[in-house]
Structure formats: structure tokens, C-alpha cells
């Protein structure tokens, strides 16, 4: 069974605080690796592509470690507009992403 | 910025009947998709087109679904007979030149009464 297991959360921090996601998922075979984020009722955007080494975009840092099958999003200074799920997501083969469940942050002042 | 786009927003039907989802992918996009997301459940994957057939497909996928490519811009799903638990939000989206980074359109909300 293909799965993707993510902490549903909800994370409630402060501005400005750092906080981390995390995500594993079942298949050992797993080709490309993605972290989304869906505000309610909208569509899943796309934050960034995770790749073997480590990618970083502003304040988003991604990480995939495929000996542990792991991938994790790190989320600095956090703001008020970082209030959203965060969905973990795989394709294992062919062409399909496949979700996790989400998990829902949620940044006050 | 170019986006997918989805028509209607929201479909409202009767359990029995036929519904035509319309999407239209980013234009230079070549592998179009459609999700769909019960509510308060995760993004499920229904089918994948390349080069004007299916490429793969779930097993939620069966022979009441289909998908079309009218013409060179749209993309539609065919539910050929719905059922009350057919109703989600179902997505379109787009990547190019492969399968990896795609983008998805705002979503039908298809309600089956």
C-alpha cells in the first residue's frame, strides 16, 4: 500500500518562530520527493521540489533522507501568511504525486 | 503568470446523471491530470494523459470516469453516472516537460444530491 505519513498537527507558533515538519513515506523506490501547501478549500500549491541534497528557498529548507525514507521541512521566522496545511508528497513511479495528509500550521501574533 | 484554469466552480447534480468537468492546463504543458479531494480527506490521484491517451490511472478510476482532449486547449472528466459519494473537489493539473513539478487549477466542487 502506498503511503505517506505526515503529524496532522495543528502546529500553533508565534511569529517569528521556527518550526518543523516531517514526513515519511513507504515506498523504498520513490523517484521525486515535494512539499505543497493548501489554504482551505483551495488547491495544493506548490512550495518546492526536495532533492537528495537539500534545497533551500528563502525561509523554506527541505531536506530527504532516502536511507530513512524522511523528508522534512524547516520553516524560519515564521509569519502570519505561513497559516496553512503543508502537504508531503511522493511519486513513486510513473506519474501519479501521491499525498500525505497534510499538516496544519497555524502562526499568530 | 500562466495558470490552470477550471470551469464551473462548483457543480451541483443529480445522483444518476452525467457531469463534464473542463479544465484548460498551462498552454506549453504537456501531461494533464485530474485529482480529487474528499472533504477533509487527503488528494487522491485519478488519472494521468500524455500525448493524447492515458498514461495511468487509479483504481478509483473505473469505466465511469473518463477524460477527453477536445481540442488544444481543454481537458475534460467524464462521470458518466454519479454517485452521492462521488462528491469531492476535483482538481486539474499540469506539469511539463515531465511528471514532476505540477500545477493545479482552483478545483470543481462537485456535490451529488
Known amino acids: 500500500r502506498k503511503e505517506v505519513e505526515q503529524d496532522p498537527g495543528p502546529f500553533n507558533v508565534p511569529e517569528g518562530a521556527t518550526v518543523a515538519f516531517n514526513c515519511t513515506y513507504s515506498?523504498?523506490?520513490?523517484?521525486?520527493f515535494f512539499w505543497y501547501r493548501q489554504d482551505c478549500r483551495k488547491e495544493p500549491k506548490l512550495l518546492m521540489s526536495?532533492?537528495?541534497s537539500g534545497n533551500e528557498d528563502g525561509r523554506f529548507t527541505a531536506q530527504l533522507n532516502r536511507a530513512s525514507q524522511y523528508i522534512s521541512l524547516l520553516i524560519r521566522d515564521s509569519k502570519l501568511s505561513d497559516s496553512a496545511t503543508y502537504l508531503c508528497?511522493?511519486?513513486?513511479?510513473?506519474?501519479?504525486?501521491?499525498f500525505g495528509k497534510g499538516t496544519t500550521l497555524s502562526v499568530s501574533s | 503568470e500562466p495558470e490552470v484554469t477550471q470551469t464551473p466552480s462548483h457543480q451541483v447534480t443529480q445522483m444518476g446523471q452525467e457531469v463534464i468537468l473542463r479544465c484548460v492546463p498551462i498552454?506549453?504543458?504537456?501531461?494533464f491530470y485530474w485529482y480529487r479531494q474528499i472533504l477533509g480527506q487527503k488528494v487522491e490521484f485519478l488519472v494521468s494523459?500524455?500525448?493524447?491517451?492515458?498514461?495511468?490511472k487509479s483504481e478509483i478510476f473505473d469505466d465511469q470516469f473518463s477524460v477527453e482532449r477536445p481540442d488544444g486547449s481543454n481537458f475534460t472528466l467524464k462521470i458518466r453516472s454519479t454517485k452521492l459519494e462521488d462528491s469531492a473537489m476535483y482538481f486539474c493539473?499540469?506539469?511539463?516537460?515531465?511528471?514532476?513539478?505540477?500545477?493545479f487549477g482552483p478545483g470543481t466542487r462537485l456535490t451529488v444530491l
Open positions: 493539473a499540469s506539469s511539463a516537460p515531465g511528471p514532476n513539478e505540477q500545477f
Open positions: 515506498n523504498s523506490a520513490s523517484q521525486s
Open positions: 526536495v532533492y537528495s
Open positions: 508528497v511522493v511519486i513513486e513511479a510513473g506519474t501519479a504525486l501521491i
Open positions: 498552454s506549453n504543458h504537456l501531461y
Open positions: 494523459f500524455y500525448n493524447n491517451e492515458i498514461s495511468e
